[in-house]
Nanobody, 120 residues
Framework: VQLQASGGGLVQAGGSLRLSCAAS????????MGWYRQAPGKQRELVAT???????NYEDSVKGRFTISRDNAKNTVYLQMNSLKPEDTAVYYC???????????????WGQGTQVTVSS
């Protein structure tokens, strides 16, 4: 199983970016999917999560600016980031709670991370 994230980059404050993360491999089912971020010198923190049925949860600082969505047919999760601020600068990681076809329980899988840099 592999999670491939894309869409990061350099943007000016106030700009927008859209992150994508596609899960591939021997997947039987995916429950929650989400995005986390880690800024230099800080711990990884939750940004947003989405359940299989579309219920969402956001970290307070991104509410109203970021939108998480998913396409279950494509095993893909997205993060639309608007009104970006310099403090949003971090490496963004996607996460999926998924069931491998050869497993009996759900495990957490992580993407490789994509850098988002917001200049002031």
């Amino acid at each position: 199983v592999q999670l491939q994230a894309s869409g990061g980059g350099l943007v000016q404050a106030g700009g927008s970016l859209r992150l994508s993360c596609a899960a591939s491999g021997s997947i039987f089912s995916i429950n929650n999917m989400g995005w986390y971020r880690q800024a230099p010198g800080k711990q990884r923190e939750l940004v947003a999560t989405i359940t299989k049925t579309g219920s969402t949860n956001y970290e307070d600082s991104v509410k109203g600016r970021f939108t998480i969505s998913r396409d279950n047919a494509k095993n893909t999760v997205y993060l639309q980031m608007n009104s970006l601020k310099p403090e949003d600068t971090a490496v963004y990681y996607c996460n999926a709670e998924l069931l491998h076809v050869a497993s009996s329980w759900f495990d957490d899988y992580w993407g490789q991370g994509t850098q988002v840099t917001v200049s002031s």
